[in-house]
């Protein structure tokens, strides 16, 4: 039972190239989220997906997309990375929205 | 602006002194719910408080919620080194979980 499980790691991007976030969870959960967290900062929520085919802006959406694959998997991609996209990414679920949430070990993205 | 604000930023105790914490927010919540962050990890929750709950315990932890102030607080007793970590209160509003800024705490031997 390995909970939420996040890739990569680590990632280095150069301006302007793309890349997809992956999240896998396996405790049947029906909600998941994207959070990233800056520098001695809370978490902002980017997206979240209520339930398998829905998704829905959060509070800083502006450069990314998601896409809920399945009820597992949560995928979050940028399409063009900037400097400012630099942080660390966290996946968490919930067995319903706004329930107790379990998180992933993070990403840390840097774009140069 | 983010939903929920901890007070303080930062806080330095002693092991075995209570360390106490606040959250503010500013949107009617349907709970409110804590995390620890250890450094470089993903959170791991604490406890969750409903709305319509005033006071909650789970081992050394003691959370109140006052609706009416729109503020809860987290008390750890007994703090041990261990306890050492950075902790985020979160609101689930409209269904969406919100955090605050968080406050880093740090347990002295």
């Known amino acids: 039972n390995a909970g939420v499980t996040q890739t990569p790691k680590f990632q280095v991007l150069k301006t302007g190239q793309s890349m997809t976030l992956q999240c896998a969870q396996d405790?049947?959960?029906?909600?998941m989220y994207w959070y990233r967290q800056d520098p001695g900062m809370g978490l902002r929520l980017i997206y979240y997906?209520?339930?398998?085919?829905?998704?829905d802006k959060g509070e800083v959406p502006n450069g990314y997309n998601v896409s809920r694959l399945n009820k597992r998997e949560f995928s979050l991609r940028l399409e063009s990375a900037a400097p400012s996209q630099t942080s660390v990414y966290f996946c968490?679920?919930?067995?319903?929205?706004?329930?107790?949430?379990?998180f992933g070990q993070g990403t840390r993205l840097t774009v140069v | 602006s983010q939903q929920g604000e901890e007070d303080p930023q930062a806080l330095s105790i002693q092991e075995g002194e209570n360390a106490t914490m606040n959250c503010s927010y500013k949107?009617?919540?349907?709970?409110l719910q804590w995390y620890r962050q250890n450094s470089g990890r993903g959170l791991v929750h604490l406890i969750l408080?409903?709305?319509?709950?005033r006071e909650k315990h789970s081992g050394r932890l003691r959370v109140t919620l006052d609706t009416s102030k729109k503020s809860s607080s987290l008390l750890i007793t007994a703090s041990r080194a261990a306890d050492t970590a950075s902790y985020f209160c979160?609101?689930?509003?409209?269904?969406?979980?919100?955090f605050g800024s968080g406050t880093r705490l740090l347990v002295r031997p």
């Open positions: 405790m049947n959960h029906n909600s």
């Open positions: 408080i409903r709305s319509n709950e």
């Open positions: 968490a679920s919930s067995v319903v929205q706004g329930a107790e949430a379990f």
């Open positions: 949107t009617s919540i349907n709970n």
């Open positions: 979160a609101t689930d509003s409209s269904y969406k979980l919100i």
């Open positions: 997906s209520a339930s398998e085919g829905t998704t």
